[in-house]
C-alpha cells in the first residue's frame, strides 16, 4: 500500500477530531505558522463535513471523511485552503473564489473595521447615505462587507480581472453593492468630486521582492501583486484616482506593504490634493489614511 492509501486507511478508523489534530501538526511541519494551520484545517474539515465553520465542533467524534486527507495533502503542498474549497470566510461571510482569484487576507480587516467606523461617524454627523468606492474589488471582499455592515451606504466597486469581477458579481448578490468589470484608473466618472470614501487594496509588491509564501507566489495572480520598482506604480494611480472621486473631506483607506510605511504617505503629501496622510502597521502590512483637501478654484 502506497503511504497516501495507508493514510487514507489510518483516517478511515478516525474521528475528525483526532485528523483534524494530526492535519495541523503536518501543516506545521510544512511551514504554516500553527495558528494559521489550525484555522486551515477546521476550514478543510468543515467543508469534508459539509457543515459551516460553526457547526464543526458538532462533528468532531463522528468518523471522518476520506476526502479530508486528499484536502490536508493538498495543503500540505502549500494551495491555498480557500482555493481548495472554492471559498473564503470573512468577517463571518461567505466569499465564492476560484482559480485566478485573490485569496482574501488578514490584514483587509482592519481597513474595513475602519470604513465602518469612518461610515457611523458620516451618518451620526447627518450623512445619511455615504458613497462609498472600492478599487480593484478582487472578489467583493470589502465592498460586500461593507454593504452589509453598514446598509444605508451606496457601495461601487470595479476590478479589472474577469474572473475575479464574476466572483465579485456573486457574492454581491442580495447586498447592495453593485461591483463591475473594469480598469480602477478610468472608474466612475460619473461620481467625481461626490465620493465620501474610497477603499482600496491594490497591488503594492515591488519588482524582484522576495516573499516566502509559496500560497502567494503560485497561487495568487500577478495582476493583483506585482507593482513595478518601489510597488508604487498602482498605488500613484490609485492617488490620482481617488483625488478625482472623493468630495473634499472625503476619505481613502489604501492597504499597502509594511515596507511603504514612509514612502507611501510621502507620495500622497506631495501631490498637494491630500489635507492629511498617514500610515500605520496593520497585522501584517500598513494602511495609509488619507483626507482630500479642499480643491481649489483651478483644480487640483
Known amino acids: 500500500m502506497t503511504a497516501t492509501g495507508t493514510r487514507r486507511a489510518e483516517a478511515d478508523a478516525r474521528t475528525v477530531g483526532a485528523a483534524l489534530e494530526e492535519a495541523v501538526r503536518r501543516l506545521v511541519a510544512a511551514g504554516i505558522d500553527e495558528a494559521a494551520a489550525r484555522a486551515d484545517a477546521r476550514l478543510l474539515a468543515a467543508h469534508a463535513c459539509r457543515v459551516g465553520p460553526d457547526g464543526l465542533d458538532g462533528v468532531l467524534a463522528t468518523p471522518v471523511p ?13 494551495e491555498p485552503a480557500e482555493l481548495i474549497v472554492g471559498h473564503a470566510w470573512f468577517m463571518g461571510h461567505r466569499f465564492e473564489l476560484a482559480p485566478g482569484v485573490f485569496v482574501p487576507k488578514p490584514e483587509t480587516q482592519e481597513i474595513v473595521e475602519e470604513a465602518i467606523n469612518k461610515l457611523s461617524g458620516m451618518i451620526l454627523r447627518g450623512n445619511m447615505s455615504p458613497l462609498v468606492v472600492d478599487l480593484c ?7 460586500v462587507t461593507i454593504a452589509r455592515r453598514v446598509p444605508e451606504a451606496r457601495v461601487y466597486g470595479i476590478e479589472l480581472s474577469q474572473v475575479a469581477a464574476r466572483a465579485a458579481e456573486r457574492n454581491a448578490r442580495g447586498t447592495g453593492a453593485c461591483i463591475v468589470q473594469g480598469d480602477a484608473c478610468e472608474a466612475f466618472p460619473e461620481f467625481d468630486g461626490t465620493a465620501d470614501l474610497v477603499v482600496t487594496n491594490p497591488p503594492y509588491i515591488p519588482i524582484g521582492l522576495r516573499t516566502s ?5 503560485k497561487y495568487d495572480p500577478p495582476l493583483a501583486l506585482w507593482a513595478g520598482e518601489g510597488g508604487l506604480a498602482m498605488i500613484r494611480a490609485m492617488e490620482r484616482t481617488a483625488g478625482r ?9 489604501l492597504e499597502h506593504g509594511h515596507y511603504q510605511l514612509e514612502s507611501v504617505p510621502r507620495l500622497f503629501r506631495s501631490t498637494g490634493r491630500w489635507s492629511s496622510a498617514e500610515s500605520r502597521s496593520t497585522c501584517n502590512d500598513g494602511m ?4 482630500r483637501a479642499p480643491v481649489p478654484p483651478h483644480g487640483g
Do not use: W
Request: glycine share 14%; hydrophobic share 55%.
Open 288 to 291: 495609509l489614511v488619507a483626507v
Open 213 to 217: 509564501a509559496p500560497e502567494v507566489l
Open 245 to 253: 472621486l472623493l468630495a473634499p473631506g472625503g476619505v481613502l483607506l
Open 137 to 143: 474589488a478582487g472578489p467583493g471582499t470589502m465592498a
Open 66 to 78: 476520506p476526502v479530508f486527507e486528499e484536502y490536508v495533502g493538498r495543503r500540505e503542498a502549500r
